[in-house]
């Protein structure tokens, strides 16, 4: 086995097209946070990244994009704003631990890889599964909603007609290239979660999102759709689009208006406009939020781990995360 480590800007037309070839051998690895566009995009902002390129006997069999750290330990390319990631290969067998050891890293931790990886099961963390929820619109919207707890169908109806006798018809913009959109879509959220505020103190974060907003690729295009009333702004949704799919990343509303459901109304609003561009999903990532598991219809399974290039330090390290995980369950218990 030979790898090469290389910056993502260094990688020529035959392995972006080799790159783009191994994509296709699963719809999960479709997704656009594992394409080489996003891994560019990243590559532009930050200079740490990097792209490992495995070759057994003159052939690529796969790459791992990764960002480097001080301490010689890889993160997800473009992280925290990664939502899935993995090699991106051939199907051929090998060993990860030796194409960590080769790159020079000390270990490479992941938060969301495809289950279907097989050759990173055993990296895995201990209980670390996470479905990704997916709403699905292979049927069509219609008989997606049809098809959801009346609940939801009830609510969703009665949310917009109050909405729209308080503040006026509502409408949704599905693309908008306005970086001042975007900008306030990141207040909301910044608003709400400390995660973002963290997010946004990396400058880097946001050339990331505003370049992915103006980009027309077909395997990754950031596409931010906007919910309206009359020209009032209410909500946001920042996806990433792959070809016939959708991938949720950002969603916030104005929270003077909460008591309108506005994150579940513009989601099914996305969804619907979704469905009449040929869009046959809209993959809303992985956790346990409770909007996730009642709008999704379909779900794929992810996992954390962490692959160590010393046996000896991934036993060490395992070890602790089990005695901290056993103290947990028994002071809880």
Same mark, same amino acid.
């Given at each position: 086995?030979?790898?090469? #480590?290389?910056?993502?800007?260094?990688?020529?037309?035959? /392995?972006?097209?080799?790159?783009?070839?191994?994509?296709?051998?699963?719809?999960?690895?479709?997704?656009?946070?594992?394409?080489?566009?996003?891994?560019?995009?990243?590559?532009?902002? @930050?200079?740490?990244?990097?792209?490992?390129?495995? /070759? /057994?006997?003159?052939?690529?069999?796969?790459?791992?994009?990764?960002?480097?750290?001080?301490?010689?330990?890889?993160?997800?390319?473009?992280?925290?704003?990664?939502?899935?990631?993995?090699?991106?290969?051939?199907? &051929?067998?090998?060993?990860?631990?030796?194409? #960590?050891?080769?790159?020079?890293?000390?270990? =490479?931790?992941?938060?969301? !890889?495809?289950?279907?990886?097989? *050759?990173?099961?055993?990296?895995?963390?201990?209980?670390?599964?996470?479905?990704?929820?997916?709403?699905? *619109?292979?049927?069509?919207?219609?008989?997606?909603?049809?098809?959801?707890?009346?609940?939801?169908?009830?609510?969703?109806?009665?949310?917009?007609?109050?909405?729209?006798?308080?503040?006026?018809?509502?409408?949704?913009? =599905?693309? +908008? @290239?306005?970086?001042?959109?975007?900008?306030?879509?990141?207040?909301?959220?910044?608003?709400?979660?400390?995660?973002?505020?963290?997010?946004?103190?990396?400058?880097? +974060?946001?050339?990331?999102? /505003?370049?992915?907003?103006?980009?027309?690729?077909?395997?990754?295009?950031?596409?931010?759709?906007?919910?309206?009333?009359?020209? @009032?702004?209410?909500?946001?949704?920042?996806?990433?689009?792959?070809?016939?799919?959708?991938?949720? =990343?950002?969603?916030?509303?104005?929270?003077?208006? +909460?008591?309108?459901?506005?994150? %579940?109304?513009?989601?099914?609003?996305?969804?619907?406009?979704?469905?009449?561009?040929? #869009?046959?999903?809209?993959?809303?990532?992985?956790?346990?939020?409770?909007?996730? @598991?009642?709008?999704?219809?379909?779900?794929?399974? !992810?996992?954390?781990?962490? &692959?160590?290039?010393?046996?000896?330090?991934?036993?060490?390290?395992?070890?602790?995360? =089990?005695?901290?995980?056993?103290?947990?369950?028994?002071? %809880?218990?």
């Amino acid at each position: 086995m030979r790898v090469t #480590v290389i910056r993502p800007g260094d990688l020529g037309p035959s /392995e972006a097209a080799l790159w783009a070839q191994f994509q296709q051998l699963s719809p999960v690895m479709l997704n656009p946070f594992l394409s080489l566009t996003y891994v560019q995009v990243v590559g532009r902002a @930050r200079s740490n990244a990097r792209i490992a390129v495995v /070759e /057994e006997n003159g052939q690529i069999q796969a790459f791992l994009p990764y960002e480097l750290t001080p301490r010689r330990i890889a993160m997800p390319i473009g992280w925290p704003l990664n939502n899935l990631q993995g090699f991106i290969a051939s199907g &051929v067998s090998f060993d990860p631990r030796s194409v #960590v050891r080769a790159a020079s890293l000390r270990g =490479w931790r992941f938060n969301a !890889v495809p289950a279907e990886q097989r *050759l990173l099961t055993p990296y895995h963390y201990r209980d670390a599964a996470v479905l990704c929820q997916v709403i699905d *619109l292979s049927g069509g919207y219609a008989s997606y909603l049809q098809n959801r707890p009346r609940s939801i169908r009830r609510e969703a109806g009665r949310t917009r007609r109050a909405a729209e006798r308080a503040i006026g018809p509502l409408s949704l913009e =599905w693309r +908008s @290239r306005n970086p001042e959109h975007l900008r306030r879509l990141m207040e909301w959220k910044s608003a709400k979660y400390e995660g973002t505020q963290r997010l946004l103190a990396d400058p880097t +974060s946001m050339r990331i999102l /505003e370049e992915l907003m103006v980009t027309d690729n077909p395997e990754c295009s950031g596409v931010l759709s906007l919910l309206f009333a009359g020209n @009032r702004m209410l909500a946001a949704d920042y996806k990433l689009q792959s070809n016939s799919t959708c991938y949720g =990343w950002f969603t916030g509303y104005d929270s003077t208006l +909460s008591h309108y459901a506005l994150g %579940t109304m513009i989601l099914l609003a996305v969804a619907e406009a979704a469905d009449r561009g040929c #869009v046959d999903g809209l993959d809303l990532g992985p956790g346990q939020d409770n909007y996730k @598991r009642r709008l999704g219809n379909r779900t794929y399974p !992810v996992n954390g781990g962490v &692959v160590w290039s010393c046996r000896l330090e991934g036993m060490v390290r395992a070890g602790y995360r =089990w005695l901290v995980h056993e103290r947990s369950a028994h002071s %809880t218990g």
